[in-house]
């Protein structure tokens, strides 16, 4: 990621605004079509990557089940653990909206 140096109030504005644009969209396909359109496939894949680590965490799954499920780095993994206990609140926030009925099954463990 390229740091910014300069104008720390343009992003946090950019940045923002970027969170609403995201809130008001709530048809998943618009979503997924403004998540194409910003992203490079591997910034999608890797984003997809870490949310698929977020169910599995939140069921109680080990850090290497989650890897082994995902193949998701065990690094990455437990960076996602950490935010999911001390982050921003982000995770669990989405996890709420993901429980609450959107249509996709819960990730279920198989341990």
């Known amino acids: 990621m390229k740091q910014r140096h300069g104008d720390s109030t343009r992003a946090s504005r950019t940045r923002a605004d ?27 894949e890797a984003l997809a990557d870490r949310w698929a680590v977020v169910p599995l965490l939140a069921e109680g799954l080990s850090y290497r089940q989650a890897h082994e499920a995902t193949g998701v780095s ?23 909206h993901h429980a609450a009925g959107d249509g996709h099954p819960r990730a279920t463990s198989t341990a």
């Open 74 to 96: 065990v690094t990455t993994v437990g960076r996602i653990a950490r935010c999911l206990e001390a982050g921003a609140g982000g995770y669990r926030a989405a996890l709420e």
């Open 18 to 44: 970027l969170a609403h644009v995201l809130a008001a969209l709530q048809d998943p396909e618009q979503v997924d079509a403004f998540l194409e359109d910003l992203c490079t496939p591997a910034e999608i």
